[in-house]
């Protein structure tokens, strides 16, 4: 099966348990099937991006985290939001575009989600 799973956070190294649950699941679905990876990625990750594409075929989104001040304002504008602070940090331009280039480029058998808050984001259909 053609596999792709899309991740909020970039799971190598795994340096917490979601990061684990993400890397160890990639991995183990790479031994017999084609997976891809699709995820954000700071620039301060690249080596841990070429390290996990020797198992599978990885694309990262590239992103820089808000500072404490701008995180906390924008937690405080969310409250008014109808959808949560979360929601809007892993959203984005940059990452739909990523999905619907790979989905042009590929069709997938399966799309894992590895955050509810992914949801907002269109996949091709199929």
Known sequence: MNILILS???PYPPRSGVAMRIYQLARELAR??????LSYATARQRDGV???ASALTVR????EYRTTVRK???QLVS????RPY?????HSSRLQRAIDELGGDDRFDVVQL???FLYGFSFPSG
Request: aromatic share 10%.
């Open 8 to 10: 909020a956070q970039f």
């Open 32 to 37: 017999s099937h084609r997976v891809t990876l």
């Open 50 to 52: 070429t390290a996990l």
């Open 60 to 63: 990262t989104v590239e992103r």
């Open 72 to 74: 906390r304002g924008a």
């Open 79 to 82: 409250i008014v939001s109808a």
């Open 86 to 90: 979360y929601w809007h940090e892993v």
């Open 114 to 116: 590895e955050s509810t």
